[in-house]
């Protein structure tokens, strides 16, 4: 508003009408969105009316907008949710404020005034009514006649410098106006020292915010019951104590018996110096009396203390000794203590420097500075909670034994003022606080009470998940720790970054798309580090998988030729790297073979795509299978663990989903044979136990069902014992396939055959084994000394036969290289990591979208106008390995006309097998003699294999016979 009087310099009159114009404008966009909206409604319902309705329908034209109530849904004065404000002058107001103050003056009705004073009427003096037809009669607006022109009046009186005019304005108005801010020279100074009192900003937006917003007691009864639900448990399944808390939450008590409830929902840093208790306050006389008595101490003292070290030092020169060359005299010794002790002040460390408050909202009860709560983490269980803790147990006499629960004190309360924090004794139930003290309890999120019965709340789900990721590291190595120290902080600070330190040592941010990574380095860089480091180039992941064998690749060539090419090269490389190939065997048919060093075990794996329904299904359930494998290895233990019965409700639905999905003659009771899952026993890979004869536990017997075991069999008893270390290669075939090292993703490794000799000792007597066979040796060696050197040699010995390890050993080790030989065996393909990126954008600019994302290897999946709007929406999916610089550069080509929204979505087979090679004249002719500039998965795995130094099949050389010509143009 101040900037149509002071920069347009506009008269009343011409900024009603602008402001007019802004509203009309605003509303038009109001109304467009909310007229696609429902058109988008009714045609959802039309599309499900014709899916149940048969025979003939009857179409109804209309857009169904006639049925909506959109009255409240614009802004307009009149209805009370538009404030006029200056946000730098420190004053806003409502049509309300000025009916209200207009009434009393004038003798009219607040109700009247409210409808009137914005819109088309005026004031007819004479008969001292409200009349209509202001713009056509040629009078003033209400509006502009009450409210405008008295603020135009204030700031030309205060501009022009009139004091007698700002005099007579200030005393109608009755503020009060410091001299010194009538004197100053600024006349922004007193204008903002009048309007602030007369028509405070902050009064009119909180008192519209109160109004207009929905209240804290206006909470639905669903939403409070999916709050209190956490993961796969439903509401009815919790304690009765804990259901009765859906009172609480409905009722938003702030009685003094109401339980705390209370949700962190971030932790964020602020200066330590920014804090109330630390900031610089208005000193009392009495205090500065006291200060100003201690300054004239503090110099006598210096005085006298300089006075006396000059006659010390007048009487060394008199009595001839002079101080020595590097010695300081006694002043410059006072001076260098002074420096000395300025100088070892230690430097705040970055938690010093800031502190984490927590950003919280009290849903029940009355928070209190220094009050004892319950911190309940997001795997606490209420009824074990319950279960564990005595009755009526409070914070102060917490018993530290139940899992996932702890307690805290709320060491400070603050109300949240923008970028002040104001410190206060407690605040009730509704409001919105911050909370310091809790930086050492709640890492990103947490829910807070002082009832043991409250369950943990749903954690925050961010739509944009974590999947770009760089290395870190500093620049000198002895700022380690800082950075450290920083990441932890950083960690804790966004509630969507990852911090992670790989097998390898490396210290890894993991962010959500470009912009969030710069802005996670910029602030580990200023501050919670505040160091100079160095971060790798993003790491994209990738996924390792196999599919069918198509009959036909992208130019119609028969895909046997380029088998036999895969399997030559692996072959290559595994006899580059000297690894030997006589134990290994492959079928032509994808069965892989493979006998262990010391020939006591042979082991026959098949690699086997999975449909991609079921491995989105993995994908989706892996936290459910983590627990899945937590109960079975109890039970393995003899421990029985309590199931919720929600989650094993989830896990039957999980086997039924399973069994609906793997159909087929090749998946006959595949799902009661499923071996293991991976990697890291919750992946979307299966392990499938194929063996005729072996039986062993599934694992589904979590369920309840027995399976049944063979007992009776020296050979079962055998593989039982070795069972792990197949599990173990299998853990480690799919969590770095042969590729790029990349997890593998989507594969079925069925074991069809597995024998292990009798002789082979299991992992558990590997102690007395190795001492029989110390034993042995002994023997054998004066035996061969008897025989002859020439029997000696002919006669095997037991040390040579197990010089390879322990047959566990060797079995893990197998079991790997018999599963990234079974992947070898087929068709085999890289999975990118990919964005759905929806754009919104004009007709003009659709060309130029396009071409941006067929350069950068995206997909259009559909575009279509937005109903009741000019702009089309593109959905499209992109490449996360190309979609750095990709937001910039479509708002480069669009001028801006055109703003990307990327949110990765899933993993996609990159279509072209990265070891294919043109053979043909056909392709030759088509790709080129090398074929990488159109082999995209090719270009991704030798990327990745540079950045984790394996090896890169690539001519440095291409024509070392070539002469060079160095000539120079003179």
């Not at 404020?97 to 409808?115: N, P």
């Not at 230690?346 to 938690?351: F, I, L, Q």
């Not at 760089?470 to 800082?482: C, D, L, N, R, Y």
């Not at 197949?726 to 997890?743: K, M």
Request: hydrophobic fraction near 40%; charge should be negative; proline fraction near 5%.
């Amino acid at each position: 508003m101040d900037r149509l009087i002071m920069e347009l310099k506009l008269t009343p009159q011409e900024a009603y009408t602008h402001l007019q114009k802004i509203l009309e404008q605003v509303n038009a966009v109001t109304g467009s969105l909310f007229m696609s909206k429902v058109l988008e409604e009714r045609a959802e319902k039309e599309e499900k009316e014709s899916e149940t309705t048969s025979g003939d329908q009857v179409y109804d034209w209309s857009a169904g907008l006639e049925e909506t109530d959109d009255s409240q849904l614009y802004f307009s004065p009149d209805q009370g949710n538009v404030v006029f404000a200056s946000a730098i002058d420190g004053w806003g107001f409502s049509v309300k404020q000025f009916a209200h103050i207009y009434s009393e003056k004038m003798g009219i009705k607040r109700e009247l005034l409210l409808k009137t004073l914005w819109g088309d009427f005026y004031l007819n003096a004479k008969a001292k009514k409200i009349m209509k037809g202001a713009q056509a009669k040629g009078k003033k607006p209400l509006f502009v006649q009450l409210v405008l022109d008295n603020i135009w009046s204030l700031y030309d009186a205060v501009v022009t410098r009139d004091q007698e005019k700002v005099v007579k304005v200030v005393t109608s108005l009755g503020v009060k106006v410091m001299a010194r801010d009538s004197r100053h020279s600024d006349p922004k100074v007193l204008l903002s020292a009048i309007c602030s009192q007369w028509l405070p900003v902050a009064q009119a937006v909180l008192s519209m915010v109160c109004e207009k917003l929905p209240s804290p007691l206006d909470m639905a009864a669903e939403r409070v019951e999916k709050l209190m639900s956490v993961g796969a448990r439903r509401f009815d399944s919790l304690p009765e104590q804990t259901q009765e808390l859906k009172r609480a939450f409905l009722q938003c008590s702030s009685a003094e018996n109401a339980p705390v409830i209370v949700f962190v929902s971030k932790m964020f840093a602020v200066d330590t110096k920014a804090l109330p208790q630390n900031r610089q306050r208005t000193l009392t006389p009495e205090e500065i009396g006291q200060r100003r008595e201690l300054a004239r101490q503090r110099h006598a003292a210096r005085m006298a203390a300089g006075q006396t070290a000059a006659e010390s030092n007048k009487d060394h020169i008199h009595s001839g000794s002079v101080p020595q060359e590097g010695q300081p005299s006694g002043i410059c010794t006072a001076k260098m203590e002074n420096l000395t002790l300025k100088d070892s002040k230690p430097e705040e460390s970055a938690e010093q420097r800031e502190t984490f408050i927590a950003f919280a909202r009290v849903y029940s009860g009355v928070v209190k500075k220094g009050q004892r709560v319950f911190v309940l983490g997001p795997k606490y269980d209420p009824t074990q909670g319950l279960s564990m803790l005595p009755e009526s147990c409070s914070a102060s006499d917490f018993v530290p034994d139940v899992p996932h629960l702890s307690c805290c004190s709320m060491e400070s309360i603050y109300l949240l003022m923008g970028r002040e924090l104001e410190e206060l004794e407690e605040v009730p139930a509704g409001n919105v606080l911050g909370i310091g003290g809790l930086e050492e309890c709640v890492l990103k999120s947490a829910t807070l009470s002082t009832s043991p019965a409250c369950p943990p709340f749903i954690p925050l789900n961010f739509e944009a998940r974590p999947i770009v990721r760089v290395a870190i590291e500093p620049k000198h190595p002895s700022e380690m720790p800082k950075l450290v120290r920083g990441m932890r902080l950083l960690n804790q600070a966004d509630p969507c970054a990852e911090v992670l330190i790989q097998e390898t040592g490396e210290h890894v941010l993991v962010t959500a798309g470009e912009v969030h990574l710069q802005r996670c380095l910029d602030d580990l860089r200023e501050r919670f580090a505040k160091i100079e480091f160095s971060a790798s180039k993003p790491i994209i992941p990738f996924r390792e998988t196999v599919v069918r064998p198509p009959k036909v690749d992208m130019v119609n060539e028969e895909m046997g030729k380029q088998h036999k090419v895969a399997i030559i090269h692996q072959m290559k490389e595994e006899g580059s790297q000297g690894r030997s190939s006589d134990n290994l065997h492959v079928d032509p048919s994808g069965l892989v073979t493979l006998t262990t060093p010391n020939r006591l075990a042979t082991v026959s794996v098949r690699a086997i795509p999975l449909p991609q329904e079921v491995t989105c299904l993995l994908e989706s359930s892996s936290e459910l299978i983590r627990t899945m494998e937590q109960v079975n290895m109890s039970l393995r233990e003899g421990k029985n663990l309590d199931i919720n019965p929600a989650t094993l409700e989830a896990m039957v639905g999980l086997k039924a989903q399973l069994e609906n999905l793997l159909q087929g003659r090749k998946w006959r009771n595949a799902v009661e044979h499923i071996w293991a899952f991976g990697p890291r026993r919750c992946g979307p890979n299966i392990l499938l136990n194929s063996v005729e004869g072996y039986q062993r536990p599934s694992v589904w017997q979590c369920l309840g069902r027995v399976d049944d075991v063979d007992e009776a069999g020296a050979q079962a008893a055998v593989l039982r014992d070795f069972d792990n270390s197949i599990i173990s290669g299998f853990q480690l075939a799919t969590l770095s396939g042969p590729l790029c090292e990349e997890p593998l993703m989507g594969v079925c490794f069925s074991i069809e055959r597995w024998d292990v000799q009798s002789s082979a000792a299991p992992q558990s007597q590997d102690s007395r084994f190795c001492e029989d066979l110390a034993e042995s040796k002994v023997e054998r060696s004066s035996e061969a000394t008897e025989a002859g050197p020439s029997q000696a040699r002919r006669r095997p010995d037991a040390a040579s036969a197990d010089c390879y390890g322990p047959v566990s050993g060797q079995l893990i080790a197998s079991m790997k290289e018999a599963c990234r030989h079974a992947f070898h065996a087929q068709p085999q393909r890289l999975m990118a990591a990919m964005y759905t990126c929806e754009i919104m954008a004009t007709a003009e600019v659709l060309g130029k979208v396009y071409g941006v994302l067929g350069k950068r290897e995206g997909r259009v999946l559909h575009e279509e106008m937005k109903e009741g709007t000019d702009m089309f929406i593109i959905k499209a999916v992109l490449p996360v390995a190309e979609s750095f610089g990709f937001a910039d550069e479509i708002r480069k080509r669009t001028s801006g006309l055109a703003s990307p929204q990327l949110v990765f979505s899933h993993w996609e087979v990159l279509s072209s097998d990265p070891y294919w090679v043109p053979t043909t004249e056909e392709e030759y002719l088509h790709f080129g003699e090398k074929a990488d500039s159109a082999n995209q998965a090719l270009k991704y795995m030798n990327a990745v294999r540079r950045r984790k130094g394996l090896y890169v099949e690539e001519k440095i050389v291409e024509h070392a016979e070539k002469q060079r010509t160095l000539g120079k143009n003179k």
